[in-house]
């Protein structure tokens, strides 16, 4: 059995409304500590609606707490989707914990309207 690298995290985006990754779309990442609230990177999703490489690994991935910030809206607006002003959905944040050396998938499922989001593998 091989040992385990250490901890990384990633991300998805599938657009629900049109069934294809969403590609194009920014997402931001910080790093929170009480109040305070870091940015670490922002990456921009590939064709396939997935970052070129983890949000973290190696020496960058450590335990604690963390947000995606994703910019649904943006990302609906350059499809020329219709919303209104302000939209419903714009920034998705989504608050998460990582408490082990393990691998960590932080995935997104947008429209216009709603969103879900669950641990992946």
Do not use: W
Not at 70 to 76: C, I, K, V
């Amino acid at each position: 059995m091989a040992k385990a690298e250490g901890g990384r995290l990633t991300t998805h985006v599938l657009d629900t409304a049109s069934g294809k990754p969403a590609a194009g779309l920014s997402i931001s990442l910080y790093k929170l500590d009480g109040e305070r609230r870091s940015h670490l990177k922002t990456v921009v999703t590939n064709a396939d609606g997935r970052c070129d490489a983890p949000l973290l690994e190696g020496d960058a991935f450590a335990a604690g707490e963390y947000e995606l910030v994703f910019a649904a809206g943006d990302y609906l607006r350059a499809l020329g989707t219709a919303l209104p002003e302000p939209a419903f959905l714009d920034q998705v944040p989504i608050r998460f914990g990582m408490a082990e050396q393990t691998h960590y998938h932080v995935p997104l499922l947008i429209s216009p309207y709603g969103y879900s989001t669950y641990r992946g593998s």
